[in-house]
């Protein structure tokens, strides 16, 4: 398994950049009612902290995308959940495995979508070894819930043989 790869540092890259950048919240604050976030709650800034991962992993795939109009697009993006299930993020985002998952989970699932970029859903297949699963097969394989289970096996082994890259990620 290939930790030192190139997609996963960078999008670590970005998101510290993020972050560090809307530590204030100021700027990636949508002023669509539906995607608007409260910095006042431990839990609120814990959301802002997934769909800026959520952001990374987009702009790590696409580097020249608009962050705001994928904010719009996708303005629940990287909660745990299908949409705004705010009830599964609130009880899975106490997992941080749980939380990188669905950031790199959504992004790449709405940039092949929206944009045919990357492998989609099953993200992990192509990060884990291109000589194992060859790319094109890992890139045909877009099914969510193959995400789902490739994605969650992928982040706990990096957790227990990469702890050191997994507490890079403060999601």
Same mark, same amino acid.
């Given at each position: 398994m290939g930790i $030192?790869? $190139? !997609? +996963?540092?960078?999008? /670590?890259? @970005?998101? #510290? &950049?993020?972050? %560090? #950048? &809307?530590?204030? =919240?100021k700027r990636l604050s949508c002023s669509s009612s539906s995607s608007s976030y409260s910095t006042t709650t431990a839990y609120a800034r814990l959301q802002m902290k997934q769909h800026i991962l959520f952001l990374s992993v987009c702009l790590s795939l696409h580097p020249k995308a608009n962050v705001k109009e994928l %904010?719009? *697009?996708?303005?629940?993006?990287?909660m745990i959940g299908i949409g705004n299930s705010t009830?599964? &993020?609130?009880? /899975?985002? !106490?997992?941080?495995?749980? !939380? /990188?998952h669905a950031g790199f989970h959504d992004a790449y699932g709405f940039m092949k979508a929206q944009y045919n970029i990357g492998p989609g859903y099953c993200y992990a297949l192509e990060l884990t070894?291109?000589?194992? @699963?060859?790319?094109?097969?890992?890139? $045909?394989?877009?099914?969510?819930?193959?995400? =789902?289970l490739s994605g969650l096996s992928y982040w706990l082994r990096i957790k @227990?043989?990469?702890?050191? +890259?997994?507490? *890079?990620? $403060? +999601?």
């Amino acid at each position: 398994m290939g930790i $030192s790869n $190139s !997609r +996963v540092c960078k999008t /670590l890259e @970005i998101y #510290d &950049n993020l972050l %560090s #950048d &809307n530590i204030s =919240h100021k700027r990636l604050s949508c002023s669509s009612s539906s995607s608007s976030y409260s910095t006042t709650t431990a839990y609120a800034r814990l959301q802002m902290k997934q769909h800026i991962l959520f952001l990374s992993v987009c702009l790590s795939l696409h580097p020249k995308a608009n962050v705001k109009e994928l %904010s719009v *697009l996708n303005p629940y993006g990287g909660m745990i959940g299908i949409g705004n299930s705010t009830w599964l &993020n609130w009880c /899975l985002c !106490r997992f941080k495995l749980f !939380r /990188l998952h669905a950031g790199f989970h959504d992004a790449y699932g709405f940039m092949k979508a929206q944009y045919n970029i990357g492998p989609g859903y099953c993200y992990a297949l192509e990060l884990t070894n291109r000589y194992l @699963i060859p790319t094109a097969f890992a890139r $045909s394989l877009n099914y969510c819930l193959l995400g =789902h289970l490739s994605g969650l096996s992928y982040w706990l082994r990096i957790k @227990i043989f990469f702890p050191n +890259v997994y507490e *890079l990620f $403060s +999601v």
